[in-house]
């Protein structure tokens, strides 16, 4: 693992919690020797995380698409910023770019990414770790939606397992280190009545 994505809010959300663990991710992936890609902004979340890791010696790699850019949003003191033409691309080169994913709080953008990159997984498109930040408990009415997939029968147990859910930063880390894939990728069974 060379290189951690992390997924976070444009905003900063309702409570102070939420920087400071965005923070404290951003630097603890530098102070790990690891890069940190991200989403190439300069503001909520994501520029905390980006300026924790720079602060820290990091490299930090950012994509951004070139509307949001003009919008003078782009973080312009990375190590690297890659202006795209679109959300999908941004989307596609932070994963080509990354070794893991992880979700700190955020909104529809963080959860549309982190589930694509859960789905590419699935599929057996990539083999990388991924997670979720609970900072707060931010996350837990998600994961009990999760499990009721699971329940249901629309997610399968071990697609569930794949994705990490820790509230501590380095712990999450440590999960990523020793992670390994499902062997079977089959998603659909079809019956053979």
Same mark, same amino acid.
């Given at each position: 693992?060379?290189?951690? &994505?992390?997924? &976070?809010?444009?905003s900063?959300? %309702?409570?102070?919690?939420?920087?400071?663990?965005?923070?404290?991710?951003?630097?603890l992936?530098?102070?790990?020797?690891?890069?940190l890609?991200?989403?190439?902004?300069?503001v909520?979340?994501m520029?905390i995380?980006?300026?924790?890791?720079l602060? %820290?010696?990091?490299? #930090?790699?950012?994509?951004?698409?070139?509307?949001?850019?003009?919008?003078?949003?782009?973080?312009v003191?990375l190590?690297?910023?890659? #202006?795209?033409?679109?959300m999908?691309?941004?989307?596609?080169?932070?994963? !080509?770019?990354?070794?893991?994913?992880i979700?700190?709080?955020?909104g529809?953008?963080?959860m549309?990414?982190?589930?694509?990159?859960w789905?590419w997984?699935?599929?057996?498109?990539?083999?990388?770790p991924?997670?979720?930040?609970?900072v707060a408990?931010?996350?837990g009415?998600?994961?009990?939606f999760?499990d009721?997939?699971v329940?249901?029968?629309?997610l399968?147990?071990?697609h569930?397992?794949?994705?990490?859910v820790?509230?501590?930063?380095?712990?999450l880390?440590?999960r990523f280190? %020793?992670?390994?894939?499902?062997?079977?990728v089959?998603?659909?069974?079809? !019956?053979?009545a």
């Amino acid at each position: 693992m060379r290189r951690v &994505c992390v997924f &976070c809010g444009s905003s900063l959300g %309702a409570r102070p919690v939420y920087a400071e663990a965005a923070a404290t991710l951003g630097r603890l992936i530098a102070e790990s020797g690891l890069g940190l890609v991200y989403g190439g902004g300069n503001v909520g979340l994501m520029g905390i995380a980006a300026n924790a890791a720079l602060a %820290a010696g990091g490299e #930090v790699i950012g994509v951004i698409p070139e509307a949001l850019m003009r919008m003078e949003v782009g973080h312009v003191d990375l190590t690297e910023l890659h #202006v795209v033409a679109s959300m999908h691309e941004r989307k596609a080169r932070m994963a !080509d770019f990354a070794d893991a994913f992880i979700a700190l709080p955020g909104g529809i953008g963080t959860m549309e990414e982190l589930f694509e990159v859960w789905t590419w997984g699935q599929l057996g498109l990539h083999p990388k770790p991924l997670g979720f930040l609970d900072v707060a408990g931010y996350y837990g009415h998600l994961h009990t939606f999760l499990d009721h997939m699971v329940a249901e029968g629309f997610l399968r147990e071990r697609h569930r397992a794949m994705v990490a859910v820790e509230s501590d930063a380095a712990t999450l880390l440590a999960r990523f280190r %020793a992670y390994h894939p499902p062997e079977t990728v089959r998603v659909i069974d079809r !019956d053979t009545a």
